[in-house]
């Protein structure tokens, strides 16, 4: 028999849809607060939310004839028509949240208008409205929910921990905080203030404030705009990275997402510069226009869908990889590494490739390691230090004993660029600086030699360089290959001796795929029996050598289902292929080194290998004489 349920019945099935946990109901409330056009809020929460939340605004309030109205489904001030929800510009919209929280704990609502001369109260417990009455409040609205699921005790055994509730909530409310820079946010959890914002409209300054210094100290200011839409972001630097995505937090529109669209944006900004396995920390405020996004495909909200899911995700993409070419990219060194240089080995490298301390009990090795480290510890390949110092900055440094902010890129090192000074705030030295051309630093690079026949040195003003002639080379030699496969036109060179290549039987019966791979990238190949293929020509920056270890590793190491059309896979494969280019221990004449350098010039990215590694370390005259104490 068909019936239709009880009034008290569709509303906890209704409820269930947008409550099922703590964090679903301060969610709800905290949007509505900033819709409220609030100023201030104050989350409070016992017992991770189950046994009481409250949230307190300051914002527009609510009318005494419509405290009731508020609590009945499908009642919101938000949208109008269905055109609306083709133009979503609140975080709310569905006018189920309050109905729905009312239905499965006991509620108060006290709330004000700066128009009204006194609040007024309304209690709510299990959906229905049990008491109303004036009272005194400040204008804004306070929402009090306790005992969630009291009248659903079925519903209540699924709750997790008072521990894993709380987190939830907390990681909610700092993700909130940092979208919202001009809403002064506070958070108290069982009575102890665990973080308040200052609603002064910085962004980064939350990001301290709600996570931590030293997270603040790795990130990249990034911005960008194009018709439609922009983004401002905070992105990590290279070699400050993750082992997973939990730092990797997204907002459109205002509203803390998941998005597929956005997670490949990001994974291709750091293409070539994150070694497998690691992640980027990454704060981006994506803005769009609102008919151009659909926010209602997911019941709690939490994801979005783009109508231009390339045109986005290319847009992000392009803005981190800009970002990722600024002076900010560049690791620092703190004073504690100029401090403690005397007592440095090289080989103490952290985790995040920077030089720890080394104490030995005998004051003859301090002095050898002294040595190495002049020598060798600066030219790991690991490490990318670069050192842009301002007479202004080091005393301020030396007087607090805080790190030294020394960040430079080689893409923007002209000459009048060392001279700017830099503000000692850590909140103005993360704004965005756009890259310079990088091939005036190239040009008047002065190449001195090659030390252990690995590093090339070269001295410019008053700083010292090392390249590392393989990663160098390995760049030079990949982006000379991707060039070669993408356009129509390959240079050949005609060799003498002809290249043998012997291949297994499952490669040979992918020919069709790896053959025109190599034929792409400027080697004329065709069978020469059955397992066996003959390379008569290479590509024309190659010397033979390299194109005979080139071809051998591409055969040991291609698969049997290349996809030729597949760009980003072609790409792993000739970064793998590219093990083959110039190796450490090489001895190269100077004409080979300025044409390493001068070749260098003309990359996309000089300044990583395709593996990720980087090409230059740098040193100014500052930091070696602090090294051998004469400053």
């Excluded at 109303?132 to 009248?151: E, Q, R, W």
């Excluded at 069978?527 to 290479?538: N, V």
Aim: negative net charge; charged residues 25%; contains cysteine.
């Amino acid at each position: 028999m068909i019936k239709i349920l009880s009034k008290n019945v569709a509303d906890k099935i209704a409820a269930g849809e947008v409550v099922d946990r703590p964090l679903s109901i301060v969610k709800e409330l905290v949007e509505n607060a900033i819709d409220a056009g609030a100023a201030n809020i104050t989350v409070e929460i016992r017992n991770g939310g189950k046994t009481y939340i409250r949230v307190t605004d300051n914002g527009c309030g609510i009318p005494e004839e419509e405290t009731e109205l508020a609590f009945l489904r499908h009642a919101t001030s938000k949208i109008a028509t269905d055109e609306d929800l083709n133009k979503i510009c609140t975080l709310g919209f569905r006018g189920e949240a309050l109905s729905s929280i009312a239905a499965v704990s006991r509620v108060e609502l006290i709330t004000k208008t700066a128009e009204a001369k006194t609040g007024v109260s309304l209690k709510i417990h299990g959906g229905e409205f049990f008491e109303k009455s004036a009272t005194g409040c400040p204008d804004g609205t306070t929402i009090i929910v306790s005992d969630l699921f009291y009248n659903t005790p079925a519903r209540l055994k699924f709750m997790k921990t008072d521990s894993t509730e709380s987190t939830l909530i907390i990681e909610f409310i700092s993700k909130i905080a940092l979208a919202y820079e001009q809403i002064k946010i506070r958070l108290i959890n069982n009575g102890t203030i665990l973080f308040s914002t200052n609603g002064k409209g910085d962004k980064y300054s939350n990001i301290i404030t709600v996570y931590s210094k030293t997270v603040g100290e790795g990130l990249i200011h990034i911005t960008g705009e194009r018709e439609n839409m922009s983004l401002e972001g905070y992105i990590s630097r290279p070699d400050f990275s993750k082992t997973n995505r939990k730092q990797q937090i997204f907002f459109v529109n205002g509203r803390s997402v998941s998005n597929r669209i956005m997670d490949m944006a990001v994974q291709e900004g750091y293409t070539e510069r994150l070694f497998e396995g690691r992640y980027p920390v990454a704060y981006l405020f994506f803005k769009i226009k609102p008919e151009l996004v659909d926010v209602n495909i997911h019941p709690n909200k939490k994801e979005v869908r783009f109508h231009q899911d390339m045109e986005v995700k290319n847009f992000i993409a392009q803005t981190i990889k800009t970002g990722l070419l600024s002076q900010q990219a560049i690791p620092p060194v703190t004073s504690s590494h100029i401090k403690n240089t005397g007592n440095m080995t090289s080989n103490s490298l952290n985790s995040k490739g920077i030089l720890e301390p080394f104490v030995s009990s005998d004051s003859k090795e301090k002095d050898t390691n002294f040595r190495q480290t002049v020598q060798e510890a600066e030219v790991n390949e690991q490490v990318v230090r670069v050192l842009n110092e301002k007479k202004q900055e080091i005393k301020e440094s030396e007087k607090t004993q805080e790190q030294v902010d020394i960040k430079n890129i080689l893409s923007t090192l002209v000459k009048e660029q060392e001279k700017l000074d830099y503000n000692s705030d850590p909140i103005q030295k993360n704004e965005l600086e756009q890259p310079a051309p990088a091939d005036s630093f190239f040009r008047e690079l002065q190449v001195t030699g090659t030390i252990f026949n690995t590093y090339i040195t070269a001295v410019l003003d008053n700083c010292f360089y090392l390249i590392d002639q393989h990663a160098a080379h390995e760049r030079t030699f990949y982006e000379k290959l991707m060039k070669q496969y993408k356009t129509e036109e390959k240079l050949h060179q005609i060799i003498l001796t002809p290249i043998m290549a012997e291949v297994p039987y499952a490669i040979k019966s992918a020919e069709k795929s790896w053959v025109q791979i190599l034929r792409n990238m400027g080697f004329e190949i065709e069978p020469f029996g059955i397992k066996t293929y003959i390379i008569k020509e290479i590509p024309m920056f190659m010397e033979l050598s390299e194109a005979q270890n080139m071809v051998n590793y591409f055969l040991e190491n291609i698969g049997e289902d290349v996809d030729i059309e597949n760009e980003a896979k072609v790409s792993k494969i000739i970064t793998r292929s590219c093990k083959s280019a110039v190796k450490a221990n090489d001895v190269l004449s100077m004409a080979e080194c300025r044409q390493l350098i001068e070749d260098l010039a003309q990359c996309e990215n000089p300044y990583s290998c395709p593996h990720g590694r980087p090409t230059f370390i740098k040193m100014t005259k500052y930091e070696i004489e602090k090294m051998f104490k004469r400053v």
